[in-house]
């Protein structure tokens, strides 16, 4: 039996790069196509954004670090855009996300929506 994504996700394969979804996917490839056509630059892949440091409470039992990871980065007209392609939004990412806009006003945050 194969398992379904809860959200009916369907991972999907574009230049050796799996990614979680079809619109993901898709999305990659439209962004490929912007780099190479020099409109934007220095695209990454799930650039990691750290969000709280490791930590140690009172009682000395370690606390992880919190990172968000979105789905590109790059550079637009000079400035560092990060976007995260959403079907379904979760109460998780959306902490996250708030998170991340205030921590790093530096970027501009961008949710992509098919």
């Known amino acids: 039996m194969i ?5 009916n996700a369907v ?4 230049d050796g790069h799996t ?13 490929r196509l912007l780099e190479r056509a ?3 630059s220095d695209l990454e ?13 009172e009682q000395k039992r370690a606390h992880r670090a919190i990172n968000y990871v979105a789905d ?3 550079n637009e ?3 560092r855009i990060v976007e995260d392609v959403k079907g379904k939004e979760t109460k998780e990412f959306s902490i996250k996300w708030k998170l991340a806009i205030r921590h790093y006003p530096n970027h501009e945050f961008r949710k992509v929506t098919r």
Request: positive net charge.
């Open 38 to 40: 020099g409109v934007i």
């Open 3 to 7: 398992r379904r994504h809860k959200y």
């Open 45 to 57: 892949l799930q650039p990691s954004f750290l969000l709280q440091e490791p930590f140690r409470d």
């Open 11 to 14: 991972k999907t394969t574009v």
């Open 77 to 79: 007209n000079g400035r």
């Open 19 to 31: 990614f979680d979804s079809k619109a993901e996917a898709a999305r990659y490839s439209e962004l």
């Open 72 to 74: 590109f980065a790059y």
